[in-house]
């Protein structure tokens, strides 16, 4: 399932670039409390998922578009692990949006003043 919501008006690599400032900015940031870490996640989480279709769709740029372990005459091996760690990378950035997803709750409970267990 794609979480694209329009179009890219970027070029890929100007992208990339971006989404590395970006996530260095965010790494530095100082927080003011659990209202900012609130506010983050979900966004993250959301980022997370579109990652790992980016991820995806540069494993099956890599292949060409096969279905996973299928290979021509003119494949090589790097092209082919190539794709594999992209694919690998893509289901752990699916993973991580996951387990931040699981925190949307908690978040929540947190953000409403409930503290029960």
Known sequence: ??????????????AAAHLESCAAELAGARLAGLDDVSAIVPVLTRAQRQLA???GNLAR???GGRPRGARDAGDSAESAALAEVLRAASDAAHATANALGESLPLLENLADGDTRS
């Open 1 to 14: 399932m794609a979480w694209v919501t329009s179009a890219p008006i970027l070029p890929a690599t100007v």
């Open 53 to 55: 279709v980016a991820l």
């Open 61 to 63: 740029h890599t292949d």
